[in-house]
């Protein structure tokens, strides 16, 4: 049963909730302001703090699955009985047709490997893709795992900082970028739509890294795990998709489970179009060659056939959700700067004007009883930073901030 307004109370939870953005009209078939009770439930998320401290961090939603999903999923749990699987009759046919109905880009069956997950993709990556001497470059500030990355392949690793403009939008730094690809690089992590950040590279950049990495000889390794997650006035484009050359140069890695909140399922997916990278990426599985969850491809494959609607009112909602946080940053949150995600559902703030003594992950929870992902576990440029998740019912997401607001209205005095 999911936790309503009235239970929600104990957070203090205002009664009066804005409507004026349009976002209570998703409730024609979707509740996305329907909390869950995730206590309930074996939930880093809401087991990873103190009770009375809202969690707004990890990159985990707070909306149940499309119902279709829940029905299959029960449909294949009564069946009882839960031996070694082989994959799933359809799911590879159903990932190309999303591929090439969302993104238009044609792949072939042979071309996917299906996985347990992205970082594990990332990390079977590097493997296949390391050699003596040569680093793996990445952007920071960027999501934790990147950084262990290097280390598991035995690699050194190279952090081409992204740039900050003036109106705290990330650009690409290309002078910088160039210049670390000729030092001594052998493969680029890319983040794409980037985390924590929030962008969406467009086309002319993502040309520029590819055409830069094959001048080097550089191998693209992508992650494009939030892909589907893109906001009005932006597209996601996989690098791969740019022409045949990238393709043979990039491995892909991606999943359902951003998308329709199914992380917990350990089900994605790598697209290798060059067979002799496909390959080798095989033979670095050697000793990991299992089967994916069986219950992960059944709600991949039906949240791709049957999911769209619902993430079509859930692209809208967090898009609403996306703009209430921005607006109430620069009204209410004085010395925090936010820039609009293009894509994610994650703000990135900078909170490094606002005078604090703690670092503001530290502040927030004391003071806010507001659980944020700390700057600092970005890499370089994470520090006076935190990340905020608004992919939550918006009675949650109005809460948090209000909490936040009082905070720093009681820090100024």
């Known amino acids: 049963m999911g936790i309503g307004l009235d239970t929600l109370a104990e ?9 004026d953005d349009g976002y209570n009209a998703l409730m024609q078939k979707y509740d996305f302001d329907q909390l869950p009770d995730r206590f309930a439930s074996e939930c880093i998320k809401w087991h990873f703090f103190e009770p009375d401290v809202l969690p707004m961090w990890i990159a985990d939603m707070d909306f149940s699955v499309p119902r ?4 299959a999923l029960q449909n294949r749990v009564a069946h009882g009985i839960f031996g070694y699987a082989e994959h799933l009759k359809g799911l590879p046919e159903v990932v190309l047709a999303w591929l090439e109905s969302k993104y238009n880009w044609r792949v072939n069956v042979e071309d996917l490997i299906f996985l347990p997950g992205v970082v594990v993709g990332l990390n079977l990556s590097a493997q296949t893709l390391a050699s003596p001497g040569k680093a793996l470059l990445i952007q920071p500030p960027i ?13 050194p ?9 003036e109106n705290g939008r990330y650009v690409i730094d290309w002078d910088r970028f160039e210049f670390d690809l000729i030092n001594n690089c052998g493969q680029f992590l890319l983040c794409n739509p980037h985390n924590p950040v929030g962008r969406v590279f467009d086309r002319i950049e993502l040309e520029r890294m590819a055409e830069a990495c094959l001048k080097n000889g550089v191998t693209i390794c992508s992650d494009e795990i939030h892909s589907d997650l893109v906001y009005n006035g932006n597209r996601h484009i996989p690098i791969a998709s740019l022409d045949p050359e990238i393709a043979a140069n990039t491995i892909t890695h991606m999943s359902p489970s951003k998308t329709f909140n199914i992380p917990g399922l350990d089900c994605s997916f790598a697209v290798i179009q060059n067979p002799d990278l496909r390959r080798k990426f095989k033979q670095a599985r050697r000793g990991l060659v299992g089967s994916v969850n069986l219950l992960g491809m059944v709600a991949a494959k039906t949240a791709y056939q049957e999911g769209l609607p619902w ?3 859930l692209l809208v909602y967090l898009e609403c959700n996306r703009n209430y946080v921005y ?16 894509g994610t559902y994650l703000a990135w703030l900078d ?5 604090l003594e703690l670092s503001p992950c530290q502040f927030f929870v004391d003071h806010a009883r507001v659980g944020l992902s700390d700057g600092r576990i970005f890499g370089p440029g994470g520090v006076g930073h935190v990340r905020l998740n608004f992919g939550c019912p918006r009675p949650l997401l109005e809460e948090g901030l209000n909490r ?8 100024r005095g």
């Open 327 to 342: 607006q109430f940053v620069q009204e209410k949150l004085p010395g925090v700067r936010m820039t609009l995600p293009e």
């Open 157 to 165: 690793s190279i952090e081409s900082r992204l740039l900050i403009q």
């Open 68 to 71: 279709e999903v829940a029905q």
């Open 351 to 355: 909170c490094q004007e606002a005078g």
């Open 143 to 155: 999501y934790p795992p990147f950084f262990s990355v290097s280390k598991n392949a035995g690699i």
């Open 311 to 313: 993430l079509d009112q």
């Open 404 to 411: 936040m607001a009082r905070a720093l209205d009681r820090f």
């Open 11 to 19: 957070f203090s939870i205002p009664f009066d909730i804005r409507v």
